[in-house]
């Protein structure tokens, strides 16, 4: 039987459903052994209930059990296995390929950041721009794993950092500048990614490194990153919220100060 993950099993426990040191303790007025089922079926369903908004619009890398049945392309650029990329590649076919969740070759060799794999890949013809299923792109998923090797590889080979991913309708810079990641965001900007796209939520880059940023130092760079790179500070959320507002109410007292001496005033 699979086991819970552990983040499951500790939830489970705060609920009072399995506590988290093993014990089995009785309620004080105890149940019918089947009722006690229900509750503990009912509770962890609403358990997973809430974790699947989260995970099923995330970037999904291949799984061991699709990484154990990868052959051809699929299981080389997994590897990094130049010599096989090499032989096959010429295929155009089985360049482009897709697995279950729509990858490509060179979406899993930029998932497992094999960058000398995403290299010849690329220079085989492989398409830099093709979406996997949760309409992310190379770019997009190097940017988001902060795996700045593999991400300069694509970008020197021509591999776009303006594309449209995700289902908000974002892009790799926007995904980056969310989770801190300033050296990629620096690339991307140098690359031409739009520093103003707005996605559907709507938030720029710039609002997105203050609102789930946690204004610490990689954050505080980013929010660097974005003004130097152009970003505007009058551009608001859905509330009409600014990136001085935002930042203001969330006491990042560094990130207001390099807002405010790149123009911002409310």
Not at 53 to 80: D, I, K, M
Not at 150 to 165: D, H, P
Not at 210 to 228: E, I, K, M, S, Y
Request: charged letters at 20%; glycine letters at 10%; hydrophobic letters at 45%.
């Amino acid at each position: 039987m699979q086991q819970l993950p552990r983040n499951l099993v500790r939830t489970a426990g705060c609920a009072g459903l399995a506590p988290a040191d093993g014990s089995r303790r009785e309620p004080a007025a105890a149940s019918p052994r089947g009722l006690r089922f229900a509750l503990w079926a009912i509770g962890l369903a609403g358990v997973l209930a809430s974790l699947a908004p989260v995970t099923a619009h995330a970037q999904v890398p291949p799984s061991a059990s699709e990484a154990a049945a990868y052959r051809g392309l699929h299981a080389a650029a997994l590897r990094g296995d130049l010599a096989t990329i090499r032989r096959l590649a010429s295929d155009r076919v089985a360049l482009e390929q897709r697995d279950a969740h729509g990858r490509t070759p060179l979406h899993v060799a930029t998932f497992a950041r094999q960058g000398e794999a995403v290299r010849a890949l690329v220079q085989a013809g492989a398409n830099t721009g093709a979406l996997e299923a949760g309409r992310y792109d190379a770019v997009t998923i190097a940017a988001v794993a902060d795996d700045v090797a593999t991400l300069r590889v694509l970008l020197e080979l021509g591999a776009s950092a303006k594309l449209i991913t995700s289902r908000y309708d974002g892009t790799a810079l926007i995904a980056a500048a969310h989770l801190g990641h300033d050296d990629v965001v620096r690339r991307l900007i140098a690359a031409g990614a739009p520093v103003d796209h707005v996605n559907n939520l709507p938030l720029t880059a710039l609002i997105e490194a203050v609102v789930l940023g946690d204004g610490g130092p990689r954050h505080q760079a980013t929010v660097q990153a974005l003004l130097q790179g152009g970003a505007s500070t009058q551009l608001t959320d859905r509330e009409g919220r600014s990136p001085l507002v935002l930042a203001r109410a969330r006491g990042y007292g560094e990130i207001v100060t390099l807002l405010t001496a790149h123009g911002a005033s409310r």
